[in-house]
């Protein structure tokens, strides 16, 4: 579902979406069932782009996934019939984080009702309604020792609270079964609703994390069915409904045309809506189907962007190559509280 280009007074100006936004009724939901193989990014012809199977840089390859705690933390979930974005999304750090014994639980199906033109989780109309996955979540959790997890679901449109009702009993249920735990959610952005997120943010996950994925500029072409302002409204609110006991978080992605400028710009708009803990890292093509890479970024352009968003004034930044939202989330939490 596409939607039209922001208007150009509004996001160089950055003023909030405005309130009706969160009372204007939801949309209509129009659901084109789309596989992985046609996610919406294909079709995008740019002059300037790589080539799918060129060589990548030296600093984007790893070592592939393999270990023994790896495979032992695979077998764990697969047994419970769970997903992970860690694999639906292709993240290159899988093999270290699951080696550390952390793992992102992907909630709600592994079928997206959006179709964004970088992401390789799969897109329809879902059918996944599973009323105990957030008690076998939690129980994996306990399993697994976590000290800190992350649960992230897909968009579902599709649902009258867009999903929010899951999110409320995974936290739930982690704080019963494994008290001591940290819990850092990344969710969608419930279609700007005050009420669903309000229902989450009321259960004072330890960390509230909603990525706005790239500048404004380049949403139509690489988010489509979403808004960079209603995302950064969703991030005051949650803020400001957390009271000050909830870290918020986004990250963002380069590689998709966007210049350093825009970054930091884009990086000035999250802080004035109150987010304390960026991540940014190199966006990877996972089709040939999906947004094309227009460039990778040098590991020093990295070391750039994060010094500036320290300028700005974020209490912790992760920019790297193969930096992603759940990477070292401990260690960026603890960080940001600290600094609070």
């Known amino acids: 579902m596409s939607t039209p280009p922001p208007d150009s007074a509004t996001v160089e100006g950055h003023p909030e979406a405005g309130s009706s936004e969160g009372a204007a009724p939801p949309a209509e939901r129009i659901h084109v069932t789309r596989s992985r193989a046609n996610p919406g990014g294909g079709n995008v012809q740019l002059e300037d782009a790589i080539p799918f199977r060129s060589r990548k840089p030296s600093w984007l390859k790893v070592p592939p996934p393999g270990g023994p705690v790896y495979r032992e933390i695979k077998q764990m979930i697969d047994g419970e019939g769970l997903n992970t974005v860690c694999e639906e999304a292709n993240c290159p750090n899988i093999g270290e984080c699951w ?82 735990c940290k819990v850092e959610i990344l969710t969608p952005d419930f279609r700007g609703q005050e009420m669903p997120l309000a229902r989450v943010v009321h259960e004072r996950p330890d960390v509230f994390n909603h990525n706005v994925e790239t500048v404004p500029r380049l949403y139509p072409k690489a988010r489509r069915g979403s808004k960079f302002l209603r995302s950064a409204r969703v991030l005051r609110l949650a803020r400001e409904m957390g009271e000050g006991e909830v870290i918020t978080k986004s990250g963002l992605m380069v590689g998709l045309g966007e210049e350093f400028d825009e970054m930091v710009e884009t990086f000035g708009i999250l802080r004035e809506h109150g987010v304390q803990i960026l991540t940014v890292g190199q966006y990877l093509r996972p089709t040939v189907n999906h947004l094309p890479v227009v460039r990778y970024w040098h590991p020093e352009e990295f070391e750039a962007l994060e010094k500036a968003a320290y300028e700005i004034g974020f209490e912790s930044v992760a920019a790297g190559p193969l930096v992603r939202s759940s990477y070292h989330a401990d260690e960026s939490a603890r960080k940001a509280a600290e600094a609070a």
Do not use: W
């Not at 997890?149 to 449109?157: E, F, K, L, N």
């Open 99 to 180: 080696e550390r014994g952390t793992a992102t639980f992907m909630i709600l199906g592994d079928v997206c009702t959006r179709r964004c033109g970088f992401c390789n989780v799969q897109t329809g109309k879902p059918s996944h309604n599973d009323p105990l996955e957030p008690a076998r979540v939690a129980m994996q959790v306990k399993r697994l020792g976590l000290k800190h997890a992350v649960i992230t679901s897909v968009d579902r449109d599709d649902l009258p609270d867009y999903g929010a009702s899951a999110f409320v009993g995974v936290i739930r249920s982690i704080r019963a079964q494994a008290p001591d």
